[in-house]
């Protein structure tokens, strides 16, 4: 069952209505969603579904399905279970959302900062990752804050852009993720574009502006193998 992802269209929906479709072992199936499923690094969603009678269902993280955009979210083991055919509303973990919106797109920018292949990431509400393949000696922590903070003070718009299959085949530079290659087979692939700073295909959440990153802080770097040069970075406020 294929679920519309509101969240693709508009990352800033905190509350919406939807169906339930199915209720499964894995979790609860609905025509429309605002939850971001876990992929591409970034943490799953959490939230409340709540029933006519005003009964709330925990969403303590959302998964994808089997089939292509299908999305499970997953109740709490205590919290009741909703019947197929009943609507909900939704509401998302907003707090949380947004911080993972705006260390993912901080991610694009720091990326751009160290130019190398990314072999790894991941976003979680308090701190982000992405591993290089590159030399220890290269990453000087006060200078990638610096340089990452310079291009976020630039302020400038994020843009969505779809392109396709064929599009990306013949632009293979896009691809900067080594472990994680965009989604195929849907025709279309999904762009966030950071005019002047970053192109790549990627299916998160992002922030409108990048100035709504505010700062970032690096925590770390370290070595986690050859190929894994990690750069863990948290907000700065
Ligand atoms: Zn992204």
């Known amino acids: 069952m294929t679920t519309e992802l509101l ?14 479709v199915a209720v499964g072992e894995r979790g609860i ?35 994808k399905g089997e089939a292509i955009d299908s999305v499970l979210h ?25 911080a993972l919106m705006r260390l993912h797109t901080a991610l694009h920018v720091l990326s751009c900062v160290v130019v190398a292949p990314v072999t790894g990431g991941n976003i979680a509400p308090d701190k982000a990752r992405l591993d290089f393949d590159i030399d220890m000696r290269l990453l000087d922590a ?59 295909p990627c299916g998160g959440t992002h922030v409108r502006n990048i100035a709504e990153i505010g700062a970032i802080r690096v925590l770390r770097i370290r070595s986690e193998g050859k190929r894994n040069r990690r750069v863990e970075i948290a907000l700065a406020n």
């Open 142 to 200: 006060g200078k990638i804050e610096r340089e990452t903070n310079a291009l976020i003070a630039r302020g400038v718009e994020t843009e969505t852009v779809w392109i396709t299959d064929e599009e990306l085949d013949a632009r293979p530079e896009l691809v900067k993720t080594m472990s994680v290659q965009p989604p195929r087979g849907a025709g279309r692939v999904r762009l966030l574009r950071i005019p002047g700073i970053d192109l790549q």
């Open 7 to 20: 969240f693709r269209t508009d990352a800033y929906l905190k509350t919406a209505s939807a169906r339930v």
């Open 29 to 63: 199936e609905l025509d429309r969603t605002i939850f971001y499923p876990m992929g591409g690094g970034q943490a799953g969603d959490t939230g409340v579904l709540s029933r006519e009678s005003g009964e709330r269902i925990a969403v303590v993280d959302t998964r």
């Open 74 to 98: 997953v109740a709490a083991a205590t919290t009741p279970r909703p019947e197929p055919g009943e609507t909900l509303t939704l509401e998302i973990d907003w707090q949380r959302r947004y």
